[in-house]
């Protein structure tokens, strides 16, 4: 079993339509990245979180500790936003990331 | 993260060959993880270095991979007598700051083919 659990794999979405990826993950973490990566490979921090929620223009993300589940939320998504999504839990012990597989997102014009 | 560098970009090399990897933090940056992502597969943790000391190696193969991060110079990470299942996307990523839980910068990653 991965400490780090992703949800959907895929996904396609019409533009405009709201998003969520979701990440369950099982160690004990000092913090919880949502990563971007587009085709091409470069990886683009979106948000580092601990605790509560972030938004950063259409992006939101929220984490819940004792449930331990994060969210990635995209508004009024765009083609644009087409990508590769990666949750990443840095373990509170040690030095450890540990990576979901990732979801990928395609929006459709 | 265009302040991450990393080179080459994309190598190839013949099994049996050295492949070295470099990757220069943003100016501040003293911490640098390295990662590994197969084909298909997702990113795994390789190694975590602080300048001149490895701090966490237990992501990295026992042979023939080492990493270093000198206190003058980019980290390097290098694969002697490479095989064809080295081949990978390798990124390196650094905290902000001194800190290891600070917003990770990545590089562009560098694309090893071993033929």
């Known amino acids: 079993k991965n400490e780090v659990e992703q949800s959907p794999q895929n996904l396609t979405a019409q533009e405009g339509e709201f998003i969520t990826i979701n990440c369950s993950y099982s160690v004990g973490i000092s913090a919880l990245h949502w990563l971007q990566q587009h085709p091409g490979g470069g990886i683009v921090s979106l948000f580092m979180l601990s605790s509560g929620k972030k938004k950063h223009g259409r992006l939101i993300a929220t984490i819940n500790i004792q449930e331990k589940h994060s969210s990635l939320h995209i508004t009024a998504s765009h083609p644009r936003d087409s990508a590769v999504y990666i949750c990443?839990?840095?373990?509170?012990?040690?030095?450890?990331?540990?990576f979901g597989t990732g979801t990928s997102l395609t929006v459709i014009p | 993260n265009a302040g991450v560098m990393q080179n080459p970009r994309h190598l190839v090399r013949r099994r049996g060959q050295e492949a070295r990897l470099r990757c220069s933090p943003m100016k501040g940056h003293s911490h640098v993880y390295w990662y590994r992502q197969l084909p298909e597969e997702g990113l795994k943790f390789m190694v975590y270095l602080q300048k001149e000391n490895i701090i966490d190696e237990s992501g990295m193969p026992k042979e023939r991979f080492s990493a270093e991060f000198p206190k003058e110079g980019p980290s390097i990470l290098r694969i002697q007598q490479v095989v064809r299942g080295d081949s990978a996307a390798y990124f390196c990523?650094?905290?902000?700051?001194?800190?290891?839980?600070?917003?990770?910068?990545f590089g562009e990653g560098s694309r090893l083919t071993v033929l």
């Open positions: 990443a839990a840095l373990q509170n012990t040690g030095n450890q990331f540990y």
């Open positions: 990523a650094t905290p902000e700051g001194s800190s290891r839980t600070g917003e990770l910068f």
